[in-house]
């Protein structure tokens, strides 16, 4: 193993860790529950790592944090946040100029995803949770591109 193996493994296991932390304990109440910045996270690494080692990361961190709270979506947030940052930085990375922000539409994967699950499981409540989890993805891809913006880019690896 390499020295920027060593250093991408790192990297990524500390992001997983700030995930999990996002995830589990910074929460945003709105009237309808509440939003975590855990997606702000997932879509931040997905700019900052290669494409592997971000969906590792963000599916990791993320199902961590649902362990210790929501631990039958454990599994099913590991492959919707795994998706979503190996779909997002996929695209951000191959699409040129302005094209690239159309890696923005991996924010769909998260609602998608939670509903097929919720609509294998508990039928007709599942189109309940639809509406937060897309405003949850969206708000953490807003706020993922403002971090990025602010830097210039400057965290990239």
Not at 24 to 48: K, T
Request: aromatic fraction near 12%; include cysteine; glycine fraction near 10%.
């Amino acid at each position: 193993m390499n020295d920027r193996h060593i250093r991408l493994l790192t990297t990524a296991g500390i992001l997983s860790a700030a995930i999990f932390l996002l995830t589990a304990f910074v929460r945003i109440p709105i009237p309808a529950g509440y939003l975590n910045l855990g997606d702000a996270g997932v879509f931040l690494v997905a700019m900052l790592l290669p494409a592997g080692y971000a969906a590792l990361c963000a599916g990791v961190g993320s199902m961590l944090a649902d362990l210790i709270g929501f631990p039958l979506y454990a599994p099913v947030t590991l492959v919707v946040k795994g998706l979503t940052a190996l779909a997002f930085a996929l695209m951000w990375r191959k699409l040129p100029g302005r094209l690239r922000y159309l890696a923005f539409l991996a924010v769909l994967i998260v609602p998608l995803g939670y509903f097929l699950f919720e609509l294998a499981a508990f039928r007709n409540y599942a189109w309940a949770d639809l509406p937060l989890n897309l405003l949850q993805a969206a708000v953490g891809a807003g706020l993922a591109w403002a971090l990025d913006r602010v830097s210039g880019g400057a965290f990239r690896i």
